[in-house]
C-alpha cells in the first residue's frame, strides 16, 4: 500500500473551517502509504500556502457546477497521476462523482461537513444520487451521520463518524496591541454568516457590558453571506446591531486573519454562538490555545466540550444564557485557567492529527478492500457466464 494516491477536493482554500480541516488531513496523510493531491474546483485562497509542498495541486476553476471543461481536467489528471481515491469536502462531491464516471474509475468518499443539512432535515435529492457514486461518507457529527443514512439512504456500514483534527501551532510569540485589556477579551472566529448567529452574541454583549465595562469582543472571520436579508449582508445587519446598541468601544471586526494561533495566545475567552454547526475547527483550535470556552449547544461542540466539563454550554438563540456564561468566566481567573486546561488536554487526546488521520486511513484500507472484494466478484461472475 505504498503507492496509492488520494486526492482531496474542495471548492476553495478560503479561511473557513471546513477548507481547514482538508488541509489539516492532506498535509498529514502518511507518506509511507499515500501520495496526496489536492483539488480545488471553484478557486485558490489563503490557505495555500498552508498546503505542504509535496502535496500535488490542480486547480480548476470551474464557472459552474457541471463545467465540462473542468471535469475533462480533473479526469486527465486522475489518470495521468493514478489516483485512487477521490475524498471530496462538502459540495465539492458533484465534481468528485462525475469525475468517477470515467475511467479510471477512481473510488469516492464524501466527507459532510455542515451540520445545517441535518438539521434542517433536507431531502437533498441531488446529495442522494452524488451518494450513489461512493464508496463512504465520513460526518463530523453523528447528526449528519444520521441523517445520511436516513435521507440519502447509505447503507451504515458505509458511515464513518470522524471529528475534525487540529494541528499544534507553530511555537511563535504572540500579537501585540489587540483591542481591549488583559483578561476581558473574548474571541470569536467565525466567517459572518447567518448560521453562526453573531447577531446573539453582540445582544448578549450587551448585557455583558453593563457588569463588566470593559469586556472587549473581538470578531475573526470574512464577511460572507451577501445576501442575507433583502439583499443587505450578514455583516452589515451585524455592525447595525452593534450601532443600535452601542457597542463600537466593546467589539471590534478584525476581518480575515491568517494568525489565528498567535492571535488566541492574547485573548481570554473563546466564545462560539452558532445556530448550526458541524464540528467547528475554531473550537478546536481553542482549545489547542488553551482557552476557556463558551459555546452553543448545536453539532457536536456538546461531544468536544465533554458535555460541559470541559467548557461552558449554553442554549442556541438564547443571548440571556451566552451572557450569563461569559460573565461567570470573565469573573473568574481561576475558573478560565481550570477550563482552559483540561480542554487543552482533551483537544490534545482526542482531536490531534495523530488520533483522527489514523481513523481516516482505515476508511482508505476499509473501501479499497470492499473496491477489490467487488472486482474480484466480478470477475468470478464473468468467468462463469463464459463457462
Known amino acids: 500500500m505504498s503507492d ?3 486526492m482531496h477536493v474542495l471548492d476553495s482554500l478560503a ?68 489516483i485512487m481515491i477521490l475524498h471530496a469536502h462538502g459540495s465539492s462531491l458533484f465534481v468528485a462523482a462525475l469525475a468517477a464516471w470515467f475511467p479510471p474509475h477512481p473510488i469516492v468518499i464524501w466527507h459532510a ?4 443539512v441535518a438539521l434542517e432535515d433536507r431531502r437533498a435529492w441531488a446529495h442522494r444520487m452524488a451518494a450513489r457514486r461512493t464508496r463512504g461518507v465520513i460526518t463530523v457529527n453523528h447528526q449528519l451521520a444520521e441523517w445520511c443514512g436516513r435521507r440519502l439512504a447509505v447503507p451504515a456500514d458505509r458511515i464513518w463518524c470522524i471529528p475534525n483534527m487540529v494541528c499544534a501551532p507553530a511555537n511563535e510569540p504572540g500579537i501585540s ?17 447567518a448560521e453562526k448567529d453573531h447577531l446573539n452574541l453582540v445582544r448578549a454583549m450587551t448585557l455583558v457590558v453593563r457588569r463588566h465595562p470593559s469586556a472587549h469582543l473581538l470578531l475573526v472571520g ?19 446591531e452593534v450601532a443600535r446598541n452601542s457597542l463600537g468601544r466593546n467589539i471590534s ?20 454562538s452558532s445556530k448550526t454547526e458541524g464540528l467547528p475547527v475554531s473550537l478546536l483550535e481553542y482549545g489547542m ?31 440571556r444564557d451566552l451572557a450569563e456564561a461569559l460573565l461567570s468566566l470573565l469573573g473568574s ?7 482552559g486546561e483540561r480542554f487543552l488536554h482533551r483537544v490534545q487526546e482526542l482531536y490531534s492529527a495523530g488520533s483522527i488521520i489514523e481513523r481516516v486511513c482505515l476508511v482508505y484500507k476499509a473501501v479499497l478492500q470492499s473496491n477489490r472484494t467487488e472486482a474480484a466478484y466480478r470477475g468470478s461472475a464473468q468467468d462463469g457466464l463464459r463457462a
Not at 461537513?113 to 445545517?116: F, L, S, T
Open 113 to 116: 461537513h455542515y451540520g445545517r
Open 4 to 6: 496509492i494516491g488520494v
Open 177 to 193: 496591541g489587540l483591542p481591549g485589556t488583559p483578561g476581558s477579551r473574548i474571541v470569536c472566529v467565525a466567517n459572518l454568516r
Open 253 to 272: 471586526f478584525l476581518g480575515q486573519r491568517r494568525d489565528i494561533p498567535a492571535l488566541l495566545q492574547g485573548c481570554d475567552i473563546g466564545v462560539l
Open 289 to 319: 490555545a488553551g482557552l476557556p470556552v463558551v459555546a452553543t449547544q448545536v453539532g457536536e461542540c456538546e461531544e468536544v466540550l465533554d458535555r460541559g466539563r470541559a467548557g461552558l454550554l449554553v442554549p442556541p438563540q438564547s443571548p
Open 15 to 82: 479561511l473557513g473551517g471546513a477548507e481547514r480541516a482538508a488541509v489539516n488531513l492532506v498535509n498529514a496523510l502518511p507518506r509511507e502509504n499515500y501520495r496526496p493531491y489536492l483539488c480545488t474546483t471553484r478557486r485558490e485562497g489563503p490557505l495555500r500556502e498552508a498546503v505542504a509542498a509535496d502535496v500535488g495541486r490542480i486547480a480548476l476553476e470551474r464557472k459552474s457546477r457541471f463545467d465540462s471543461r473542468a471535469i475533462r481536467c480533473l479526469v486527465d489528471f486522475i489518470r495521468t497521476q493514478k
Open 222 to 240: 470574512a464577511h460572507s453571506d451577501p445576501a442575507y436579508s433583502a439583499g443587505s449582508s450578514y455583516f452589515e445587519a451585524v455592525k447595525q
Open 333 to 339: 481567573p481561576e475558573r478560565r485557567a481550570l477550563l
